[in-house]
């Protein structure tokens, strides 16, 4: 199947006379005949449901159409974005371990790494995102254990080169872990390119109408752990009657052990109400990714001509310095979200977002309805300036995510706010 068609019919196939949408399992726990049957479904966690705290049948739906469009083999739902990066990482490294990331990447994701996680006795090593693969390689420490980065980094628009970072992580049997949530499955499938792990904050395109939050851990189910230094899958687990994941789940022992140890323990799993939702804004993804890259196409060309716009970061545009990656990791666009800097300071850049009218100022992006934000003053508060210019971010910088509207009512809006 093509993605409009997995959007709509993959994850979830009525019986005959069944419901045609998918239902809403909206219960807690699941009934089973005997013991026995309860001490089986312990033995192997995939034969059905038991308790919603790590698993429920319309979030399982859900999880499955994700997986397909991401090419991956499995996906498990977490109930937020910054869940499912947290345990992407706390899934494979844990404390005296490393984790190479790009410094390109989402100002919560930074704080994560860079402050929580060190908490917990994991350090995040930061590389530029251009990284030569002899850079990769050398920041690369014999208890490295991921590489992690973002396909289109929020909120500066830098693509990530995927093959070249998979090439150097697999060269010392390790997975990178992709971050994909600006360009969605839609635009680009980095499973295609060579991530092992693929992740993305549902919250924004997936979701779609700024409904709930959520997130999604995908499995390429293509990583041999095996082959690398991870004894957490290829010894017996202890906290799950000696499951040895690589052996007895060799389909998908990434997702399999994420959800049988660390969803079990962590918790932080989506209702059956939160999957039918997310269902919902999945539906139409693939339609809507069309048009948020339409209109953000010619609302960058707009403001790259604009004499009081400075620079603007949106790849599909020619004169982006990552249009020829965007060519070949997004050829069908580059989504709705651009950064503008603004021919002026700090207090300007302000005055023109508060002129703003139709598009909202609100802590969101990839939205169904055009926002803006100003990263500086919200998500990347917590930064230094050091981190902030790491990041690619300057105080007059203003993220914008091109919605649904009519791109003439959007062009306006912009056009009066810069007057
Ligand atoms: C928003 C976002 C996150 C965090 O997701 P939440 O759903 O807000 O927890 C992670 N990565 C990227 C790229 C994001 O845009």
Redesign the pocket.
């Known amino acids: 199947m093509k993605d409009e068609t997995k959007c709509l019919h993959s994850g979830y196939s009525p019986n005959n006379g069944g419901p045609g949408v998918m239902p809403i399992y909206q219960s807690t726990t699941f009934r089973f005949n005997s013991t026995q049957e309860i001490a089986a479904v312990f033995d192997d966690p995939t034969k059905a449901h038991i308790y919603s705290r790590f698993t429920n049948p319309t979030v399982d739906c859900v999880e499955k159409k994700i997986a397909d469009l991401e090419n991956g083999v499995a996906a498990m739902c977490t109930t937020?974005?910054?869940?499912?990066?947290l345990i992407s990482i706390l899934n494979l490294a844990s404390s005296g371990d490393r984790i190479l990331s790009t410094s390109a990447?989402?100002g919560?994701?930074v704080n994560l790494f860079a402050v929580t996680l060190k908490k917990f006795g994991i350090t995040v090593d930061f590389i530029d995102v251009d990284s030569s693969e002899d850079e990769i390689q050398s920041a690369i420490k014999p208890n490295t254990k991921a590489i992690f980065g973002?396909t289109l980094?929020?909120p500066s628009l830098q693509v990530l080169d995927i093959e070249k970072f998979s090439k150097i992580a697999h060269k010392n049997n390790i997975p990178l872990i992709i971050?994909n949530?600006?360009p969605t499955p839609i635009l680009c499938k980095p499973i295609n390119f060579g991530a092992d792990i693929v992740i993305h904050?549902?919250?924004?395109y997936m979701d779609g109408h700024a409904l709930q939050?959520?997130?999604v851990i995908v499995d390429s189910g293509k990583f041999d752990f095996t082959k690398g230094n991870f004894p957490d899958f290829t010894q017996p687990d202890e906290s799950y009657h000696g499951t040895i994941y690589t052996k007895d789940y060799p389909a998908c022992p990434y997702i399999i052990k994420a959800r049988a140890q660390l969803m079990r323990d962590f918790g932080c799993y989506p209702s059956g109400m939160s999957g039918f939702l997310l269902n919902i804004g999945l539906e139409t993804l693939a339609l809507r990714m069309e048009r948020y890259c339409e209109n953000g196409l010619k609302l960058a060309e707009f403001l790259n001509k604009h004499p009081k716009i400075k620079s603007i970061n949106y790849p599909g545009l020619k004169t982006d310095k990552y249009y020829t990656l965007a060519q070949k990791y997004l050829p069908k666009g580059t989504s709705g979200v651009m950064s503008i800097t603004l021919d002026g300071n700090r207090e300007d850049t302000i005055k023109f977002m508060d002129k703003l009218k139709l598009a909202s100022k609100e802590v969101h992006?990839?939205d169904i309805r055009t926002c803006v934000l100003h990263p500086a003053s919200a998500t990347h508060r917590q930064l230094t300036d050091e981190q902030l210019v790491a990041c690619g971010i300057n105080p007059s910088m203003v993220r914008v995510s091109a919605g649904l509207e009519n791109i003439d009512d959007i062009i306006q809006d912009f056009e009066q706010a810069l007057l």
């Open positions: 937020s974005g910054q869940a499912a990066s990447i989402y919560g994701t973002e980094s929020n971050d949530t600006f904050s549902t919250t924004k939050v959520g997130g992006v990839a």
